[in-house]
């Protein structure tokens, strides 16, 4: 049996969700998707952004692949600051490959040329994401963002993770939380 990525422990498999003053205009009203954190750092992908001025047959393209039925409609995400040109693609777990690592028992990453393949061929995975970029944090740096309240932590779902409506994603992560947005105070404080 595989081990997840999760069963590491720390957040991986949850979200991240910015709080109101977020200052960095990188994550500013994102929601971030917990991919690995450990003792020496942790990675994540925003999936409430998409980079506009590229598409996913861009990328097709770009890579000799030729795009099939559908592959028009994928939209590429800005999945975070560093290494703005490594491609990924969060999925449903029901989509395997050599190179796929399991997050949890739902979802999976994939970084290989060979999902985008079966993606235009149209037998990669039921749901997912294609994202260029990652959020990254150095040890220990991800934790102290939290004590100092920057961050939120949600448990993830399909609709949030793939849904259509990114715009919306930062306040139905909020609702999944129980959040009132009119009651939550804009700065951060300490008990």
Not at 109 to 118: F, I, Q, W
Not at 146 to 160: F, G, Q, R, T, V
Request: proline residues 4%.
């Amino acid at each position: 049996m595989t081990k997840t990525l999760s069963e590491s422990g720390y957040l991986v498999g949850k979200c991240l969700v910015a709080m109101p003053a977020m200052e960095d205009t990188n994550f500013s009203r994102t929601v971030v998707y917990v991919c690995a954190h450990t003792s020496e750092g942790a990675m994540g992908l925003v999936v409430n952004r998409t980079i506009d001025q590229l598409s996913f047959d861009d990328i097709l393209e770009q890579m000799d692949i030729e795009p099939g039925v559908g592959t028009q409609s994928i939209r590429v995400h800005f999945g975070g600051p560093v290494e703005a040109a490594r491609g990924f693609v969060l999925h449903t777990a029901d989509y395997r490959d050599e190179g796929t690592l399991p997050v949890d028992s739902n979802i999976s990453l994939t970084a290989t040329a060979d999902v985008l393949k079966d993606i235009a061929k149209g037998s990669g995975p039921r749901r997912r994401l294609m994202v260029l970029g990652y959020a990254g944090w150095g040890s220990g740096q991800l934790d102290e963002e939290l004590k100092e309240n920057a961050w939120l932590i949600c448990p993830p779902d399909e609709k949030l993770l793939f849904g259509e409506d990114n715009e919306a994603k930062w306040n139905t992560a909020m609702k999944l939380m129980g959040i009132d947005m009119s009651r939550l105070s804009d700065t951060a404080g300490h008990a």
